[in-house]
């Protein structure tokens, strides 16, 4: 089993920067692939990176490629997702996740953490 514990949200201006991080806990950690999801208001559940325990990465939406980048550090147990060039809409709760595979469908993943949520202002 996985505990996953979102931080780093908050407020930015248009064209900041954020890093989230996803902190586990929980023997398995190594086993699962850690993506990224968010989620707006009346907006669908989008997925947005994942990266498997050696490394391998998986953009699923190309509206945040070459802005956001997924990274891992397993001697700590995190997942962190650096985001730069902020729009407003990138503002939503953003949730990460673990699953055995990576994959864009979030029936997929196991575990989910509370989310910590992004507001980006103009």
């Known amino acids: 089993q996985v505990q996953l514990v979102e931080s780093g949200g908050g407020s930015v201006q248009v064209g900041g920067s954020l890093r989230l991080s996803c902190a586990a806990s929980?023997?398995?950690?190594?086993?699962?692939?850690i993506a990224w999801f968010r989620q707006a208001p009346q907006k669908e559940r989008e997925a947005l990176a994942g990266?498997?325990?050696?490394?391998?990465?998986?953009y699923y939406t190309d509206s945040v490629k070459g802005r956001f980048t997924i990274s891992r550090d397993n001697g700590k147990k995190t997942v962190y997702l650096q985001m730069n060039s902020l729009k407003p809409e990138d503002t939503a709760m953003y949730h990460c996740a673990a699953g055995l595979g990576c994959g864009a469908t979030a029936e997929w993943y196991s575990y989910w953490g509370q989310g910590t949520q992004v507001t980006v202002s103009s």
């Open positions: 990266i498997y325990n050696g490394g391998g990465i998986t």
């Open positions: 929980g023997y398995s950690y190594f086993s699962y692939c």
